[in-house]
């Protein structure tokens, strides 16, 4: 019998008795190849991939991006530089009609406020966003937490 590095090939509550049986159900895992070499042994393999995934996973303790908020700063002064004369605002039924389409299976809000709880606003509530829509329009002010996104 080979001695090579192998996975078992699990076929159910057996599996264990025909090992001790002698059955040699076992099936080779390619060398794996990282930019130091390659790795040949299990224990290689998964430090490199460990080492990978953390590098890669890293938690974002800052969720703006500059690059992402400088596109928005660039896209809004070219669309506030037009030669729009008034700019066209919305009225509390759009935002009615947009809550309307929110899908409340989505994750909440980074305020943890969900969909579902914005489906449920009463119609005051409702025309009030439209007036603050409506005044960031007029006025041209984006609010900087608006052009953040996780």
Same mark, same amino acid.
């Given at each position: ?29 390619? @060398? ?10 299990? $224990?290689?393999?998964?430090?490199? =991939? #460990? ?5 890669? =996973? ?16 660039? #896209? =809004?002064? $070219?669309?506030?530089?037009? $030669? #729009?004369?008034? @700019?066209?605002?919305?009225? @509390? ?33 409702? $025309?009030?966003?439209? %007036? ?7 006025? %041209?002010?984006?609010? @900087? ?6």
């Amino acid at each position: 019998m080979e001695n090579y590095t192998g996975i078992h090939r699990s076929r159910g509550p057996s599996a264990v008795e025909d090992d001790q049986a002698g059955d040699e159900s076992f099936y080779s895992i390619s @060398p794996l190849v990282i930019p130091g070499g390659i790795d040949v042994s299990d $224990s290689e393999k998964a430090e490199d =991939l #460990a080492d990978n995934l953390e590098t890669q =996973l890293q938690p974002v303790n800052d969720p703006s991006v500059p690059g992402f908020i400088e596109m928005v700063d660039v #896209a =809004l002064r $070219s669309y506030f530089l037009s $030669s #729009a004369s008034k @700019p066209q605002l919305t009225t @509390p039924n759009e935002v009615h009609e947009a809550i309307r389409d929110l899908r409340v299976s989505k994750a909440p809000v980074p305020n943890g406020l969900p969909n579902r709880a914005i489906k449920y606003l009463p119609k005051r509530a409702v $025309s009030l966003l439209a %007036h603050i829509f409506n005044a960031v329009l007029r006025t %041209h002010h984006l609010p @900087p937490t608006w052009k953040h996104a996780e």
